[in-house]
């Protein structure tokens, strides 16, 4: 909301408050002043001007000559281009030495020969944003209306001399879209009284009744809880005064005919939507308010024709729409240059249904924004009436006697009980109550003492925000100040803080990844819904979530697996020359067991990893070396260590989708059950996939964990250091290229038993020396018993035991 | 015979002074201690001696062997002493040249923020409270005293996934379910992190997915001058000790009495600079007194309980803490953005 301070002036005096101060209180008060906003954009010595005559100028075609009589000691010759200029008129003189928005400053000129003593002004010239004003004033020069007296500054005549404070309100304060309810809170904060429009002295009405003219029904009470109307006759249509325009510009609003900027000056006034129709146009002047019919239509001002739906509140002549209730009116019974007799509504209706059908119809106005936000009943008839009284003084508009309105509605001012005691235990204050009363006043409350410390607060009807004991210790607070509210200690006992064991443990995965290396990135949890598909679901339903009106198809459905943005955050690094990466995430991804959403989707926490390019920078004493599906396994290997999980874990190559068949894994965790829980998969990514995305090498693991969280242990169990001397064989042996390396562990350790302290792979190759599908392992193995020193047999046949177990077993040709 | 011995030391450490390489100095002992030797050479006339000179020469004899083998000893180190040197002088590297690094990532620095800021609340008696990112519209608008067609709701653009299911644009449904799930126990003090989604254009300022913190007390006699005790010590643990706050009135919903918080800007210290559009503060915090509808709809007495609640914007506090120019850029994970923050 715009609040000219020249205009808010007429209710409460401003005298020795500077904008910016008011600025300043009025947003510690709780709504905060965007701006400030000088109408006069630097404009200096323009004044009026009476155009004497006009001739041709002899040597150019466009241009003229004119005398003007700006009330200087003598009249001045001033070339002019305008089209629009002519003698008679009154203009805007820009004097030699003034100076103009942009810095232009008014010189004395020869212009074609002629002599120039000065400019006459457009209103685009002076600084007015041309978008607020009349049409006929876009073009050419301003020319002012003639009661204007010369030599008058201008910035007077135009009201320049103007400080604009935009306010911007939160949606409870609603009071504030009108200059009165905006009066009443700078009253409140300066502590100065508010003065209304004396409305009864400016409204004379003509013995005719209007009821003999009009009448009203509401057929749809819940919409619409009071609807009132006055009838007046014999308007004359025309420009409204000047400085009514000046207001309604100072507002954003611009100026049309007299009859609307009273409307629109009467809405900004008092906060209440107005709308007057062509009375002539309503069949029989009857009003009926009521709801749309299914198919009804209906063309708005705006010529457009509108589909109407049931929810929509309409105003009808009794025969056809007239207007969109609260919204806009209709072209049918548009007010035109034309019109003699009007019918003036001022009414309260529903603001959730004015609402929906602005939405809908994506007509939003001053007047629809009023209405959602509730209206003030208290302000339906004087808002009627001060209109009222300004058509008969500015458009020789008759008002006829009366109201005309379904039944009258009385305005009730709502009370509230407040407890002195609990205001300031609410607070942590020690107000006096000689302090609340005295803000209560300045807020124009009225409130009495019922009983000892008990406040019964009125509450005027333009406060529809305030509606229980809270809201009135709001009010207290915030005049008597935000920070004058002491700081204090909760008092009681104090409690203990911490993280519960997920989060915890979630913290220290962080750690253990970032201390490793890894780089932690957060992407977007909305996806293409092409991703949702590529990677394995790690859990039951495997519908993706869809967004109902998503803000691009990029993103229009919930992740079901980090991967994909992991592999475009791969692409976007590649594409910034950054090749090496070790990234994790820990976020959520979704998915849901129904297609059609009727419960909250699963959300499941993952941790995704991916790896590519080189491990090692290049360095003089270092080569970089191309990261590998180990690098990958390396990194859970150590995860699932750290949490205690390594004996629990096992890796199946069972070709989980979206990777590369021979290059990944799915990971089983068997639980305390024995049962064996799907928790992640790694590998690398698809090769096609890498390449759809310009991609290679490409290493992605996801990993559930939930299951990580419940398994986890932090029970730490020490083992006597070992007393007796290990015994180390090594074996290597040839088998098939299929035998898995990890079989072969098991077997060993079988066969071994209890003196087989532990065993590593310590090399694996291939070659045409071995046959074709061969492959050569060795193993290193380390016996020691913890009580005695290992006699060679005992070792020998442990030992031996192993070698026939992988000989039977795997065909294992022993290498000697 | 004692002079022969005499002469003998003299030549022999003067000789001895002069050696200037390892095998010089062998050549001189074996000259002057060895088996034929010119010490033992002279000693083999001990025979000849008497009874009472024996021991006096023999004495002298032996201290002639000390002082020259302790002059060997000492040439021997010295010698020792220098190759050492020298060897370890052709073993210097270059300093300059760099290391071999420790592997080292880093935290995402929207996450750092967070974790900063729960050990400073959990450290204050705080918890820490999750829920989901996908909320009911119950949760995320109507418990917290914005029902349908509320007016408010204007305020936060959601986006929703059926007429009741939305990604919530808030982390404040936490708090309710919180409220529920204490079944009216108190005291209640959490803390709520998390991502939170607003249908919003992405610009250098807004972001459609952002994180959250907000926070809830509810005890018996809860003040507005514990909110700005609470807020004070936090913004002072965070951004300095000669931080201030300053509480505006405002709206929310879900508070009443509402305020914005401004802090001290961060980079001027209050004297006023760009950042802080020369106003020298910052505002960070949305707070209140939680709203008794919201207490009731939380399963709590408002005539019995009272409590508060504020929120703030990570990425916000993130943008004001390291000075970012762009929001976007903690989504966009690129690497040189942020390895800058992969450090303490």
Redesign the interface.
């Known amino acids: 909301m715009k609040v000219s301070t020249e205009w808010l002036a007429d209710y409460v005096s401003l005298e020795n408050v500077a904008a910016e101060d008011l600025a300043e209180k009025i947003?510690?008060?709780?709504i905060?002043i965007d701006e400030i906003e000088n109408r006069n954009k630097g404009v200096t010595k323009v004044v009026v001007g009476y155009v004497k005559s006009k001739e041709k100028h002899p040597d150019a075609d466009k241009l003229n000559i004119c005398i003007v009589d700006a009330g200087q000691e003598e009249e001045l010759q001033i070339v002019c281009g305008a089209k629009n200029v002519d003698a008679g008129q009154k203009v805007p003189v820009a004097l030699v030495g003034a100076k103009l928005p942009g810095g232009l400053e008014i010189k004395k000129a020869k212009l074609r020969g002629a002599l120039s003593q000065g400019m006459i002004c457009s209103a685009k010239e002076l600084g007015m944003n041309d978008k607020l004003l009349p049409k006929e004033q876009q073009e050419g020069i301003l020319v002012l209306p003639e009661s204007v007296q010369i030599g008058t500054p201008i910035s007077q005549v135009l009201g320049l001399d103007d400080e604009v404070l935009e306010f911007d309100l939160?949606?409870?304060?609603?009071d504030c879209l009108s200059m009165i309810g905006a009066a009443y809170e700078v009253g409140a904060i300066l502590g100065r009284d508010v003065k209304l429009p004396d409305i009864e002295k400016e409204l004379v009405e003509v013995s005719d009744a209007a009821g003999d003219h009009i009448s009203v029904k509401i057929s749809s009470p819940e919409h619409c809880s009071h609807y009132a109307a006055r009838y007046i006759t014999g308007v004359k249509i025309g420009s409204s005064p000047l400085w009514m325009q000046n207001r309604l510009m100072a507002a954003g609003v611009r100026p049309i005919n007299n009859i609307v900027d009273i409307t629109n000056y009467v809405m900004l006034e008092y906060g209440q939507p107005l709308h007057a129709f062509d009375a002539d146009q309503l069949t029989n002047g009857a009003i009926d308010v009521r709801l749309a019919k299914e198919g009804e239509t209906m063309v708005t001002l705006d010529n457009q024709e509108r589909k109407l739906e049931p929810h929509m509140l309409l105003i009808t002549d009794g025969v056809k729409p007239v207007a969109l209730a609260g919204v806009m009116g209709g072209l049918n019974s548009e007010v035109t240059d034309n019109t003699v007799n009007i019918l003036l509504e001022s009414a309260k209706f529903d603001?959730?249904t004015v609402?929906?059908t602005s939405r809908q119809l994506g007509l939003r106005s001053e007047a629809s924004l009023r209405f959602?936000?509730e209206v003030d009943p208290g302000a339906v008839i004087p808002a009627l009436n001060r209109a009222a009284a300004l058509i008969s003084r500015y458009a020789a508009g008759t008002v006829h006697k009366g109201i005309v309105e379904s039944e009258p509605v009385s305005v009730e001012e709502k009370v509230i009980v407040l407890s002195f005691d609990k205001l300031n235990?609410?607070?942590?204050?020690e107000l006096s109550m000689l302090e609340v009363k005295t803000i209560f006043s300045r807020l124009h409350f009225s409130c009495a003492d019922t009983a000892q410390g008990i406040l019964e607060v009125r509450v005027p009807t333009r406060r529809g925000d305030i509606t229980?004991d809270?809201?009135l210790?709001?009010e207290i607070?915030?005049l008597y100040g935000?920070?004058n509210?002491?700081?204090?200690?909760?008092?009681?006992p104090?409690?203990?803080?911490?993280?519960?064991k997920p989060?915890a443990l979630r913290?220290d995965v962080?750690?253990l990844?970032?201390?490793?290396?890894?780089?932690?990135?957060?992407?977007?949890?909305?996806t293409h819904p092409d991703l949702t598909a590529l990677f394995p679901a790690l859990t039951e339903g495997s519908h993706a979530?869809?967004?109902?009106?998503?803000?691009s198809e990029e993103?229009s459905v919930?992740r079901t697996s980090v991967i994909p943005q992991l592999l475009d955050?791969a692409a976007?690094?590649a594409n910034?020359k950054?090749h090496d990466?070790?990234?994790f995430e820990m976020?959520?991804v979704?998915y849901s067991q129904e297609e059609?959403?009727?419960a909250?989707?699963k959300?499941i926490s993952v941790l995704t990893l991916l790896l590519c390019g080189s491990r090692g920078?290049k360095?003089?004493?270092?080569t970089p070396e191309k990261v590998d599906f180990f690098d990958l396994k390396g990194a859970l290997e150590t995860l699932f260590e750290y949490l205690g999980l390594q004996n629990s874990v096992s890796y199946v190559a069972n070709k989980p989708q979206g990777y590369h068949p021979g290059r990944s894994a799915s990971v089983y965790l068997t639980n305390d059950g024995g049962e064996q829980l799907l928790i992640g998969t790694l590998g690398q990514v698809h090769p096609q996939l890498q390449q759809d995305r310009g991609l290679s090498d490409m290493y992605t693991a996801e990993i559930l964990l939930q299951p990580l969280y419940d398994y986890a242990s932090k029970d730490i169990r020490y083992r006597e250091l070992p007393r007796f001397p290990a015994s180390e064989r090594d074996i290597a042996v040839v088998v098939e290229d299929s035998v898995e390396a990890g079989a072969m562990l098991s077997v060993i350790r079988e066969a071994a038993g209890e003196l087989l302290q532990s065993v590593q792979v310590f090399d694996v190759f291939t070659g045409s020396k071995l046959g074709e599908g061969k492959k050569s392992v060795a193993i290193a193995l380390v016996y020691r018993h913890n009580e005695r020193t290992l006699t060679d047999e005992e070792v020998s046949s442990a030992h031996a035991a192993v070698v026939s177990q992988l000989e039977q077993t795997f065909h294992a040709e022993l290498r000697k | 015979m004692k002079e022969k011995l005499e002469a003998l030391r003299q030549e022999a450490l003067d000789q001895l002074q002069g050696v200037e390489d390892v095998q010089k100095l062998n050549d001189l002992r074996v000259k002057y201690l060895g088996k034929k030797g010119a010490l033992t050479e002279i000693l083999r006339g001990m025979g000849a001696l008497s009874a009472e000179e024996r021991p006096v020469i023999g004495q002298v004899g032996n201290e002639v062997r000390g002082a020259i083998e302790a002059l060997i000893e000492s040439k021997q180190d010295a010698f020792q002493k220098a190759e050492t040197e020298q060897r370890l002088q052709a073993e210097k590297v270059d300093v300059t040249l760099p290391g071999r690094k420790m592997a080292q990532g880093g935290v995402h620095p929207l996450n750092k923020v967070i974790e900063e800021i729960e050990e400073i609340f959990i450290g204050m008696g705080y918890h820490i409270a999750e829920g989901p990112e996908v909320e009911t519209d119950y949760y995320n608008f109507e418990a917290l005293n914005l029902p349908k067609n509320h007016p408010a709701r204007d305020m936060q653009d959601t986006f929703y996934i059926t007429e009741e299911l939305l990604m919530r644009t808030q982390t404040s449904p936490v708090q309710i379910r919180t409220m529920e799930k204490m079944e009216g126990e108190v005291p209640v003090k959490i803390i709520c992190p998390g991502k939170v989604y607003r249908r919003d254009d992405d610009d250098a300022t807004h972001s459609f997915q952002f994180n959250q913190i907000e926070g809830l007390v509810i005890g018996e006699n809860i003040r507005m001058s514990d909110l700005k005790g609470t807020l004070l010590q936090f913004v002072q643990e965070m951004f300095g000790p000669n931080t201030q706050i300053r509480l505006r009135p405002s709206f929310f919903p879900f508070t009443e009495p509402s305020a914005e918080v401004d802090v001290t800007c961060v980079k001027c210290g209050g004297n006023g600079c760009r950042m802080c559009k020369q106003t020298g503060w910052l505002e960070i915090l949305g707070c209140g007194m939680v709203h008794p509808k919201v207490l009731e709809m939380g399963g709590y007495d408002p005539e019995k309980y009272s409590g508060f609640a504020f929120g703030m914007g990570v990425e916000r506090i993130a943008i004001l803490k390291y000075g970012i120019d762009d929001i976007r850029h903690f989504y966009s994970s690129d690497l040189a953005f942020l390895k800058q923050f992969a450090r303490m």
Request: proline letters at 5%; glycine letters at 10%.
């Open positions: 947003t510690r008060a709780g905060e939160t949606p409870n304060r609603s603001g959730g609402r929906k959602e936000k235990r609410f607070l942590g204050t229980s809270v809201d210790i709001e607070a915030r935000y920070d509210i002491p700081t204090t200690a909760i008092e009681g104090t409690t203990p803080g911490a993280y519960t989060q913290r962080r750690k990844f970032t201390h490793g290396g890894w780089q932690e990135v957060i992407s977007y949890s909305f979530v869809k967004l109902a009106m998503p803000m993103r919930l955050v976007y690094n910034r950054q990466l070790a990234m976020g959520n979704f059609q959403l009727t909250q989707p959300e920078q360095q003089w004493n270092q």
